[in-house]
């Protein structure tokens, strides 16, 4: 087996097996800027490698992926490149650098893909996940799109969830309200093909994985090529790289940004609602061993 350890990811190549395993656990798997390019170099590999059949994508740690990363040092933006891009006059060019391609990216790769999700998957980091083929959760796992409530956003710079969930009302329903859905109810709402205990998730993924690439690789790449392409008939792509100037317009007006001064002044900042309410219940000590 063929192994890189990165700054925020680990890539692996087993055969006809590929893995990238998210390896920030001390930052709940917060997706930095070393975390997007280390994943769009290990999608170019995997991508472009014929002995790689399928691509595995899983976390160490207690939780998948809390989202973006959103610890700056003060009066500074979250990523360089959204101050790279501001500087430069495109202010939302270093947005779709760093978190629409890359999705996109993920979305396009020729290749099958499974998904073991552990703990929380939240924002940003339920498109990691769930832009995947195939996802399996643990039972101990949550998915939630935070924004709308916890930061004034319509939902993410790629709005997938419309096409996870494939019905209007539930689409509404999660972004309207930042549901929290536990790995059984994504399961019957069809965002996760299976749900297994803890123990088993990265068993469950390596099985389904194995077993797929029993395949020949043209018919595994022509498989995905016809999904894809029916998808994008419908207009998926057209309406994800739609939404971020929706979501950048939303961003700067007035009533949004009163909103989020307001929050910040109740000193609930920018938390997910759950984090607040452990925050409340149980003390700042608490919640952090939480949801870290």
């Given amino acids: 087996m063929e192994t890189k350890e990165h700054k925020a ?75 790279e891009s501001a500087d430069a006059g495109y202010f939302m060019e270093g947005t779709l650098r760093l978190f629409l391609w890359p999705v996109l990216n993920l979305l396009e790769f020729q290749k ?56 209007m009302h539930r689409t509404y329903e999660y972004l309207y309200l930042s549901s929290t859905l536990n790995a059984q109810e994504a399961k019957e709402q069809g965002l996760v093909n299976r749900v297994v205990p803890a123990d088993k998730l990265e068993l469950e993924a390596e099985i389904v994985a194995w077993q797929i690439a029993e395949a020949p690789l043209s018919v595994l790449m022509n498989i995905k090529a016809g999904v894809k392409a029916a998808f994008e008939g419908m207009g998926m792509r057209n309406h994800i790289q739609g939404h971020l100037p929706r979501m950048q317009v939303c961003s700067d007006s007035a009533d949004t940004l009163e909103w989020r001064k307001e929050n910040v002044e109740k000193g609930y900042g920018f938390l997910p609602r759950k984090v607040v309410k452990a925050r409340n219940e149980h003390g700042e000590e608490e919640a952090r061993a939480r949801f870290s």
């Fill in 9 to 83: 990811i680990i890539y692996e190549k087993d055969g006809p097996i590929a893995r990238i395993i998210l390896n920030r656990p001390e930052a709940a798997n917060a997706q930095s800027s070393d975390m997007v390019w280390e994943i769009e170099e290990a999608l170019k590999d995997a991508q472009n490698d014929y002995n790689i059949k399928v691509l595995i994508f899983k976390a160490n740690g207690k939780g998948f992926c809390s989202g973006h990363d959103l610890s700056p040092e003060p009066g500074k933006m979250p990523y360089e490149e959204f101050q």
């Fill in 112 to 167: 099958p893909t499974v998904c073991a999700v552990n703990g929380y998957c939240i924002g940003g980091g339920t498109y990691f996940a769930l832009s995947n083929d195939i996802v399996i959760a643990s039972e101990d796992a949550y998915f939630q799109m935070p924004l709308p409530q916890g930061f004034a956003l319509p939902g993410g710079e790629t709005m997938i969830e419309p096409w996870n969930f494939m019905n």
